[in-house]
C-alpha cells in the first residue's frame, strides 16, 4: 500500500504529528505494535495527565544540544494545546508551578487525539510488527500486516521507560541503521534505590514522605522526598535522577526554609526531649529512626553547641547515598537518545537520511518532572507534521 507519510508509534508524538500532516492535505497511516493508542498518555500524571506546563523553555529540558528545543517549542506553545483543548469542551486546571492537568481524566486527551485523526483522514493499523525499513526514493516498510511505502517515514516510538506499556529501542536501531548517532541512554524521573543495607534501615520508614530540597552540585529541587521499600521517591527525588551523576551522594535538606540551629539554640534551657521538639516539624516516624541513629536521645538542655551544630548539619545536609536509580520499568522517561546533531531542529529531519523524521522522547530531549515531556511530544511531532 502506499502512502505520502508513515508514522511508526501512535503515541503522543505520533499522533500530533499525523493530525499536522493530514490536516495539510498528506495521506498517513499510522503504525503502531500494541492493540490500543497513546497507552503513556493514559496513565500519565496519575490518570489526570500532566499534559503540559505555563512555564516553558529550554531550561526545563536536558539535552547535549539545549538549544535544540527552541524551535518547536517556539511553533506550539502550551497556549495552542489549551486551545486545542478547549475546541474539545476538555476541561484543565492548573496546580504548583504551572503545571497542566485534565480536570477529569487522562482519556479525554486520547479520545481528543483519535478525533482529530479521523478528522484529518489519518489512518491507524494497530497490532502491527515492522521487521523491516528500505530507503529506496521513498521508504519501503515490511510488516506482518502486508508492506507499505511512502514519501517520508516519522518514527516515534519513544523512550525505553514503561516496556509493560509498549516501549522498546525500535526508534534508537531505526537512528543507528540510518548511521545516525545515539547518545547514552538511562533512565531519569525515577526512584533511586538504596544498598541493601541501607534499605534495611530506612525500609522502616516506607511512606514516610517529608518536604525537602534535594540538590546535586548547583542543580537542586524543592519538595516531597518520599521512603520507599528500597530507596527513596517523590517529586524532588524524581527530578534531580535525571541530573544525578550515580557517583556521588545527593544532598538532602530536610528542613528547608528553616534554621534549626537557631531553634535549638533559642531553646536551650528546655528540658524538652529533641524528639518531642523535632517533631514539630517532621514526621514522627523518620524523627524516631534518626534519633535512634544519632543516639539522640536527651533533653535539648543537655546538648553543648558543638552537638546542636552537628545535629543541624545532619538535617540541612543529609548525604543520601543510592545505590543506583531503580531501571527502566519505573522510570518515566529516558535520558537521551537520537542524538540532535544529525536532526534539523526546524524540522525534526535526519540530516543523514532525507524524508526520515524522528520525534519525542526518542530524541535526546528530556523534560522535568511537571508536563514537559508531553509537551515537547506535542511541540516535536507538531513541527515534523509541517514538513513530512
Ligand atoms: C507512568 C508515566 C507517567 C508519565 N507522566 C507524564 C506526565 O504526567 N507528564 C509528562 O509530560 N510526561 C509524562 N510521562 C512521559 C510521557 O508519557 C512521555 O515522555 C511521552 O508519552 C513520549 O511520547 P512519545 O510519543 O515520544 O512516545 P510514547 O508516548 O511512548 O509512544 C510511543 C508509541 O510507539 C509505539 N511503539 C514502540 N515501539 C514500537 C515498535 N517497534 N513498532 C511499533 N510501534 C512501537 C508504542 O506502542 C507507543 O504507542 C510519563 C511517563 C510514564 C511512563
Redesign the pocket.
Known amino acids: 500500500m502506499q502512502t505520502e507519510v508513515i508514522i511508526?508509534?501512535?503515541?503522543?508524538?505520533?499522533?500530533m504529528c499525523a493530525i499536522e500532516a493530514g490536516k495539510r492535505g498528506r495521506s498517513v497511516l499510522v503504525?503502531?505494535?500494541?492493540e490500543k493508542?497513546?497507552?503513556?498518555?493514559l496513565?500519565?500524571?496519575?490518570g489526570r495527565?500532566?499534559?503540559?506546563n505555563r512555564v516553558m523553555g529550554p531550561e526545563h529540558y536536558i539535552s547535549q544540544n539545549p538549544d535544540f528545543v527552541t524551535s518547536a517549542l517556539s511553533r506550539f506553545t502550551p497556549p495552542d494545546f489549551l486551545a486545542l483543548l478547549e475546541s474539545h469542551g476538555i476541561g484543565y486546571q492548573e496546580r504548583e508551578e504551572g503545571r497542566l492537568f485534565c480536570n477529569e481524566s487522562a482519556s479525554e486527551i486520547a479520545r481528543m487525539l483519535r478525533s482529530e485523526c479521523e478528522r484529518a483522514g489519518v489512518r491507524l493499523q494497530f497490532n502491527?510488527?515492522?521487521s523491516e525499513m528500505i530507503k529506496t526514493d521513498g521508504f519501503r516498510i515490511e510488516t506482518d500486516k502486508g508492506i507499505f511505502t511512502s514519501e517520508s517515514l516519522v518514527i516515534?516510538?519513544?523512550?525505553l521507560?514503561?516496556p509493560q506499556?509498549?516501549?522498546?529501542n525500535?526508534?534508537y536501531l531505526a537512528a543507528k541503521q540510518f548511521e545516525m548517532r545515539v547518545t547514552k541512554l538511562r533512565p531519569a524521573?525515577t526512584p533511586l534505590r538504596f544498598s541493601p543495607e541501607d534499605a534495611r534501615v530506612f525500609g522502616r520508614l516506607a511512606g514516610v514522605s517529608i518536604a525537602s530540597r534535594v540538590s546535586q552540585g548547583d542543580t537542586c529541587f524543592q519538595g516531597n522526598l518520599l521512603f520507599t521499600h528500597n530507596g527513596v521517591s517523590g517529586p524532588a527525588i524524581l527530578q534531580i535522577s535525571a541530573y544525578w551523576d550515580q557517583l556521588s551522594s545527593l544532598r538532602v535538606d530536610l528542613l528547608p526554609g528553616l534554621d534549626i540551629y537557631s531553634v535549638l539554640i533559642e531553646k536551650r534551657r528546655s528540658k524538652t526531649l529533641l524528639s518531642t521538639l523535632l517533631a514539630q516539624y517532621l514526621p514522627k516516624r523518620f524523627v524516631k529512626l534518626w534519633c535512634d541513629l544519632h543516639g539522640a536521645a536527651k533533653p535539648i538542655n543537655q546538648y553543648p553547641t558543638n552537638e546542636i551544630e552537628s545535629i543541624a548539619r545532619s538535617l540541612h545536609g543529609w548525604a543520601l547515598c543510592a545505590e543506583g536509580p531503580e531501571g527502566f520499568n519505573k522510570?518515566?522517561?529516558t535520558l537521551g537518545g537520537v542524538d540532535t546533531v544529525d536532526l534539523s531542529s526546524r524540522t525534526m529531519e535526519s540530516k543523514k537520511a532525507p524524508g526520515l523524521y524522528f520525534?519525542?522522547?526518542?530524541v535526546d530531549v528530556t523534560?522535568r518532572?511537571?508536563?514537559?515531556?508531553?509537551?515537547?511530544?506535542w511541540a516535536s511531532?507538531h513541527a515534523a507534521g509541517q514538513f513530512v
Open positions: 511508526i508509534g501512535a503515541g503522543a508524538s505520533g499522533l503504525l503502531d505494535h500494541c493508542p497513546a497507552r503513556k498518555i496513565v500519565s500524571g496519575g495527565c500532566n499534559f503540559s502491527c510488527r515492522v516515534a516510538t519513544g523512550g521507560s514503561y506499556l509498549g516501549a522498546g525500535f526508534g524521573l522510570a518515566e522517561v520525534v519525542g522522547e526518542v523534560g518532572l511537571g508536563g514537559y515531556n508531553l509537551h515537547w511530544a511531532g
